[in-house]
């Protein structure tokens, strides 16, 4: 009994305090071979970040869990894609299942079956493959300022509606455009009945830091090591 006692107080001490914040990365455009910045990741750089990831015993675990604040296991990384672009559905997605992790996509539901975008039967498939789906609005406004959305049956619970019709799932997760938010921009995301908002690199609110998720943007110069001492700087 007292083995089992300690054993399991050893484990509990290897989890990630409640509150914690698990590191967060953001991809937004896998580019053509050769492209790299903040923006842009060539599929081959997106690859070899992955594998290192991988082989150093990162996880993916579900995101959901951050709106419960329940301990995390160590090497856990959410891997988020912005923007709905259709290469997060031909290069991302395969190479995120061969290393055994799966991604959250957020989608601006104006652009869906657009060229150069995601199409409703991409989506499907993401999530039946595993993979998070979540709103990046309809348009992508841009907001500044102490305001909100002015719209919110567009940008957010219409959203939030045509994804769930998609997948015939509920859809809790969004991505601030631009990374912007504020406390009247978490009243409305919070009344749409989302569950966690991320952000990028700004403080954490104080009152809903389940709504205000930091991410990392990666830079498609970085090798997978480079990467996990950025994620090592920014979350510790």
């Given at each position: ?105 957020f989608i601006m539901t104006v ?61 809790t997760l969004f991505a601030y ?60």
């Amino acid at each position: 009994m007292w083995l089992i006692f300690y054993l399991l107080q050893s484990f509990a001490t290897t989890l990630q305090p409640a509150g914690a914040q698990v590191p967060v990365i953001c991809y937004h455009n896998l580019a053509a071979p050769g492209a790299g910045d903040m923006l842009h990741v060539s599929p081959a750089t997106f690859r070899q970040q992955l594998q290192t990831l991988r082989d150093s015993g990162y996880h993916t675990p579900d995101p959901a869990l951050l709106a419960k604040g329940a301990p995390l296991p160590p090497k856990s990384v959410i891997i988020t894609f912005d923007d709905s672009h259709a290469d997060h559905f031909l290069t991302a997605a395969p190479a995120l299942e061969e290393a055994g992790f799966r991604g959250v996509f957020f989608i601006m539901t104006v652009t869906i079956g657009k060229k150069g975008y995601l199409t409703t039967g991409q989506i499907r498939t993401l999530h039946a493959h595993g993979h998070w789906i979540g709103s990046h609005t309809w348009d992508h406004p841009r907001i500044t300022g102490e305001g909100g959305f002015p719209d919110t049956q567009i940008q957010l619970t219409g959203t939030k509606a045509t994804l769930e019709r998609i997948t015939g799932a509920p859809v809790t997760l969004f991505a601030y455009p631009y990374g912007f938010w504020n406390e009247t921009i978490v009243a409305q995301v919070k009344k749409a009945g989302y569950k966690v908002a991320f952000q990028l690199s700004e403080k954490k609110s104080s009152t809903s830091p389940e709504f205000s998720v930091r991410r990392i943007m990666v830079d498609g110069r970085w090798n997978g090591r480079q990467l996990i001492r950025a994620m090592h700087e920014a979350f510790k």
